[in-house]
């Protein structure tokens, strides 16, 4: 399936962005293959609702965008987090405001990059998708070392393509820019150009080094499931992947459904005879009626005939049904997400089983985009201290997942407030348990709350006769 979704944008590198040239102009030894960076373009057409089997005939369910945002949703419902610098934390707190959307991006597209950049003497950070970077160096435990990251955007006719290459040597973070023009429907990386000449990049060095470091400056961020395009990769696929073969029949099956219900319409064929015409000789229907009646010759044997088959819904449901159980099976995720629970029959170890695989999906995305955070922080830190922002000399971060799709919230309240009215646990276990806080953060709250409560009156003592 993948092979031949590849073959219907081949040579998209070639007139878009030519991949060679760019390991040329740098002379790399890349570790990341052609087929990898097509492979992210299938990926992200897929997520846009432009694969390449939809048309006219065949409608979209958009399954793999509803996955994406579905399981960035689980993965990050409670996520909290924070640095213990407060001018780190002051501009990692704008950037987590947006994460459940970097996730979906990164879910959808297999990676994705967290890039600080120092700018009018600030620092802000820019989170760049998997099809807008080239991973082409990794050490021996997946850790990116390499990283050529593409800012590009067109001007009329004519495309400018700024590529800034990044490599981490011994302590040492190397950058190089090289910026391009070409045209958009032609070779667009065919003129090398100064950066001065252009605004947007006038002030960026064409070659800079950042010392006394041990990693890239930003956090790269890759799916962990194993990579079916190239087994020796680091890199992770997107979440769909494995599915996209399921995803096709899917809208096939969803188109099959929606053409039942259009070719079962109610119709009424009605012979012409039986309508006025009117001034260009046509029958005159009824306002509003025209898709109800439908044109019988005058020779036909009938004068009228209602059209009204039965719907077969209930069995191409139950197929689609089937398919979606089939995706979520391939996607790792548990029946239900996207299926019809009420029409599958599964045992209590089934369903069991798949809230397992879907734990495991939503824990290995979450300890990904925690190290990938973890990196990113640490780059802030190293631009406070390169552009003089105050920092501490060292700091710590925190970091809070929920873990709700294995718990039964609504169970563990329920059992909680049983145990509190029979005294088996105090308010502050209770509060523990249903709100996921911490020992301190319960005693604040009771406490906060009997100051608010109003002190009961004493009753007056009863005057004695």
């Known amino acids: 399936m993948i092979n031949r979704i590849v073959n219907t944008i081949k040579g998209w590198w070639k007139n878009m962005f030519d991949y060679n040239k760019v390991i040329s102009d740098f002379n790399l030894d890349t570790e990341t293959s052609k087929e990898m960076l097509d492979a992210i373009k299938i990926w992200s057409d897929i997520f846009n609702g432009n694969a390449s089997w939809q048309s006219k005939e065949v409608k979209s369910l958009h399954i793999a965008k509803t996955t994406c945002e579905k399981v960035s949703k689980a993965v990050t419902i409670e996520f909290k987090s924070s640095c213990s610098d407060k001018n780190i934390d002051k501009i990692y707190q704008r950037f987590i405001r947006n994460i459940r959307k970097?996730?979906?991006?990164?879910?959808?597209?297999?990676?994705?990059?967290?890039?600080?950049?120092?700018?009018?003497?600030?620092?802000?950070?820019?989170?760049?998708?998997?099809d807008k970077f080239i991973p082409f160096k990794f050490d021996d435990t997946g850790e990116l070392l390499g990283i050529i990251i593409i800012d590009q955007f067109t001007k009329g006719n004519d495309v400018y393509t700024r590529l800034e290459y990044n490599e981490l040597i011994d302590t040492s973070v190397h950058i190089k820019n090289i910026a391009y023009k070409g045209q958009g429907n032609g070779v667009v990386l065919s003129t090398k150009i100064d950066l001065k000449s252009v605004e947007k990049w006038k002030d960026l060095e064409e070659v800079a080094q950042i010392d006394n470091v041990d990693r890239l400056i930003g956090g790269f961020f890759t799916m962990r499931?194993?990579?079916?395009?190239?087994?020796?990769?680091?890199?992770?696929?997107?979440?769909?992947?494995?599915?996209?073969?399921?995803?096709?029949?899917?809208?096939?099956?969803?188109?099959?459904?929606?053409?039942?219900?259009?070719?079962?319409?109610?119709a009424i064929d009605a012979d012409v005879s039986l309508f006025e015409?009117?001034?260009?000789?046509?029958?005159?229907?009824?306002?509003?009626?025209?898709?109800?009646?439908?044109?019988?010759?005058?020779?036909?044997?009938?004068?009228?005939?209602?059209?009204?088959?039965?719907?077969?819904?209930?069995?191409?449901?139950?197929?689609?049904?089937?398919?979606?159980?089939?995706?979520?099976?391939?996607?790792?995720?548990?029946?239900?997400?996207?299926?019809?629970?009420?029409?599958?029959?599964?045992?209590?170890?089934?369903?069991?089983?798949?809230?397992?695989?879907?734990?495991?999906?939503?824990?290995?995305?979450?300890?990904?985009?925690?190290?990938?955070?973890?990196?990113?922080?640490?780059?802030i830190y190293v631009l406070c201290k390169l552009y003089g922002i105050p920092v501490a000399n060292s700091y710590d971060t925190s970091f809070s997942w929920d873990d709700s799709i294995l718990k039964d919230k609504e169970m563990l309240q329920k059992q909680a407030q049983l145990e509190l009215n029979q005294d088996i646990i105090d308010k502050v276990e209770y509060f523990k348990i249903t709100r996921d806080w911490s020992e301190e953060e319960a005693l604040a709250f009771i406490k906060k709350m009997e100051k608010r409560s109003p002190k009961k009156e004493e009753e007056p003592l009863e005057e004695e006769e």
């Open 102 to 130: 970097y996730t979906e991006y990164g879910i959808a597209k297999g990676s994705m990059f967290f890039k600080p950049t120092y700018e009018n003497g600030k620092i802000k950070v820019t989170v760049i998708q998997g």
């Open 225 to 266: 499931n194993a990579n079916t395009i190239d087994n020796n990769s680091p890199m992770g696929v997107a979440i769909f992947h494995n599915a996209i073969g399921t995803l096709e029949e899917i809208d096939k099956q969803f188109s099959r459904t929606l053409w039942e219900y259009e070719g079962s319409e109610l």
């Open 277 to 379: 015409p009117d001034k260009n000789g046509k029958p005159k229907l009824p306002k509003g009626k025209n898709r109800l009646y439908r044109m019988l010759d005058s020779e036909s044997e009938k004068e009228w005939n209602v059209f009204s088959p039965e719907i077969r819904d209930t069995s191409l449901f139950n197929g689609l049904n089937e398919l979606l159980r089939q995706a979520e099976s391939e996607m790792g995720l548990s029946f239900g997400v996207l299926s019809k629970m009420d029409n599958i029959a599964k045992t209590a170890t089934e369903i069991e089983s798949s809230k397992q695989d879907y734990y495991v999906t939503v824990s290995d995305i979450q300890t990904s985009l925690q190290t990938a955070i973890e990196d990113l922080i640490y780059g």
